[in-house]
């Protein structure tokens, strides 16, 4: 019997896979794998226009890195990474002493169904495992901003043309 359940476990499980991971999680995750020392800035700059231009060159691209005159938001500089398997690139932040992260990927690979919209057409929000995600659209790609802060923190780091 037992080995019997195992079997028609095993055929349900083939025949309804788990869904992919929501995308908020996905950026979660990379933002705890970056804090944690998993991985590291690849290209040291705090000017957004000399880390806008590297990941660039690295992705073909045209990115917008926003930038910051208040003390408490810091850019570090950006790496290339993926993102549930998908080629992005990231910029690395401090946003009040604590890390944060503005990832960018192509439109057509994300999936932003699992967020609220925000109150700001055509962004998304989600708050989950105490971060905050902001996401939207600009053309072919998605930018996503993830912080362990508050939406009004993390905010800031959406171009004000946007």
Partial sequence: MIVLRALLFG?????????????ADVLITDLQHVSTGGST???AS???????AWIRRQTRWD?????????????????RCSIAGRHAASALYTIEGKDAS???VPTVETDMSGMKPSSKAGHFVDRCKGYTVMAWRDG????????????GALSRLVPSSQ
């Fill in 140 to 151: 072919s790609l998605t930018y996503a901003a993830v912080g362990k802060v508050s939406q």
């Fill in 41 to 43: 800035v690849e290209f």
């Fill in 11 to 23: 055929v349900w499980r083939q025949t309804h896979p788990a869904p992919p991971p929501l995308f």
């Fill in 63 to 79: 990115v917008k890195i926003p930038a910051s005159d208040e003390p408490s938001i810091r850019l570090l500089g950006a790496r």
């Fill in 102 to 104: 503005l990832v960018i």
């Fill in 46 to 52: 705090q000017d957004s226009a000399v880390v806008a």
